[in-house]
């Protein structure tokens, strides 16, 4: 692999090459305009600049449009715009270190073989040995014609078979990457665990796959505090989730390739992962192993086989010295982000039915506080995914996994300033409305 990611951070534009051109008509150019001033005017004094820096780089933005039809963030406006796109998502409960993000800024790299070796260099940083860093790396902006598109859903992900004998082998919600992957001439061996391979589409070109270096790739393999019968079930699950498929939005510019991670909430994994139906569907297993009779549903086997399957998970991480964060304590940090965000002025965007774990919601002191979820940017928003019959927008795959993001489609607002504030209120959610549960609970940085 030729070129490695350079940590070198620059002021200037990554304006190389084709990178920034782009053909827009009078209308759309007028639009990009309006998005990036509304972003400019409200990131720029967060950043610590005064009106007249502002206005020159509005200035400089307005230019760039006119010429070429687009323009490019500064290296500090791209981390900012990544930061606040994760304190903007309305799904993430795990929002109070949104500022501690770590920005990776790609955007110079070309081919399949560069953009692997940067997520490879980004999933060893992030995981740093268990002790995980939540990171991001940014490669080039999409144009007409001219997109990066990462096909996995998570960097890392175990495969799905549909098999004659076994019916499904693996992860349910991987069946159509997976059999993408063995088109494409990639071969897994077959067990429940099998980590897929990386991915990659440059610019409408055939896709390209990559395995994972099985260095970099940290699992846990799950074993209960108090009882050695679950240990013989052979559970795991890998340690980081790097949400990897949506994109990136930022003053109307779109990142169709923007891998982030931050850490696991231990009900995504305990409470869905493992215990859906749709997916690995084993408290039935853990019922087993703990002598729990199954005889009916009022014995209240599948809650305490639940409380069972998220007791070992956080168990093995910690006994492994993997980051998670247990659903009471990550509602607790929800609550304290929201005290900083009112003392400084901003409204949360949330919405109650993602923000409320899957285990024992009515214990966390989110339960009865009321959200409002607004179409906001900077955002994590779902793209059409590239592959399979199921060709078309990603949102059922992300939320079917961790309900990532915060809406298919994000335009700003005019005239913001001073925040990051977008349009008028989509939705209001609160306890008492009625609204169905999510077909997955989680977020951008904990699914």
Known sequence: ?????????????????????????KGTAAALLEKAAVFIRSSYPELGKGPEE?????????????????????????AFGAKAAWRNSSRCIGRLFWDSLAVRDARQLETAAEVAEAIFEHISTATNGGKIKPT?????????????RIWNHQLIRYAGYETEEDGIVGDPASLELTDAALRLGWKGAGT???????????DGQEPEWFPLPEELVL???LSHPDNPAFDRLGLRWYGVPF???????IGGLRYTAAPFNGWYMETEIGARNLADQGRYNKLPEVADAFGLDRSSPATLWKDRALVELNVAVL??????????VDHHTAAQQFVRFEEREAAEGREVNGRWTWLIPPMSPAATPIWDRPYQEREVSPNYVYQERPYGPGR???EGEAAAESGAGAGARVEAGAGASGRIEGMASISASHPGEGEARPPMQGCPFHS
């Open 192 to 202: 429940p665990f099998d980590v897929l391979p990386l991915i990659l589409q440059i």
């Open 219 to 221: 699992e846990v393999p």
């Open 243 to 249: 949400i990897a498929d949506m994109a990136l939005e």
């Open 315 to 324: 168990h093995s991480f910690k006994r492994h010295g993997v980051s998670i």
């Open 392 to 394: 078309g927008s990603g």
């Open 136 to 148: 991001i790396t940014i490669f080039r902006q999409a144009l007409e014609g001219r997109e990066i």
């Open 54 to 78: 502002t206005e020159h780089r509005i200035s400089e933005i307005t230019s760039s449009i006119v010429k070429t039809g687009t323009y490019c963030h500064t290296a500090e406006e791209l």
């Open 1 to 25: 692999m030729a070129r490695r990611l350079s940590a070198r951070q620059t002021e200037g534009r990554f304006c190389l090459g084709k990178g920034c051109w782009g053909v827009l008509n």
